[in-house]
Nanobody, 117 residues
Framework: QVQLVESGGGLVQAGGSLRLSCAAPVGIFSVSDMGWYRQAPGKQRELVASITHSGSANYADSVKDRFTISRDNAKNTVNLQMNSLKPEDTAVYYC???????????WGKGTLVTVSS
């Protein structure tokens, strides 16, 4: 079973920063667009940011100018730098890989980000 492994979640005060990382198997990473989703309690999972294999990024309006997604194609990792965090950013963050040939999705198990006010 394909595993995406997230790291970097935790507890931070409002206004602080966290960096999430996700490692994917090379056979998946090399043919996938990558993304970060989040799911807050009682809410649906939503797209936070995505990045194509060539590096084109897309962001949810709620995180624009605060979050930055990047990928390292040599290390098969995708990162999410989160600055100026707000309590409403509290959620479980999931790494996603979508094969751009088959459109098959792969998911990590999630990492919890908690922002205190």
């Amino acid at each position: 079973q394909v595993q995406l492994v997230e790291s970097g979640g935790g507890l931070v005060q409002a206004g602080g920063s966290l960096r999430l990382s996700c490692a994917a198997p090379v056979g998946i990473f090399s043919v996938s667009d990558m993304g970060w989703y989040r799911q807050a309690p009682g809410k649906q999972r939503e797209l936070v940011a995505s990045i194509t294999h060539s590096g084109s990024a897309n962001y949810a309006d709620s995180v624009k100018d605060r979050f930055t997604i990047s990928r390292d194609n040599a290390k098969n990792t995708v990162n999410l730098q989160m600055n100026s965090l707000k309590p409403e950013d509290t959620a479980v963050y999931y790494c996603n890989a979508r094969n751009y040939y088959t459109l098959r999705n792969y998911w990590g198990k999630g990492t919890l980000v908690t922002v205190s006010s």
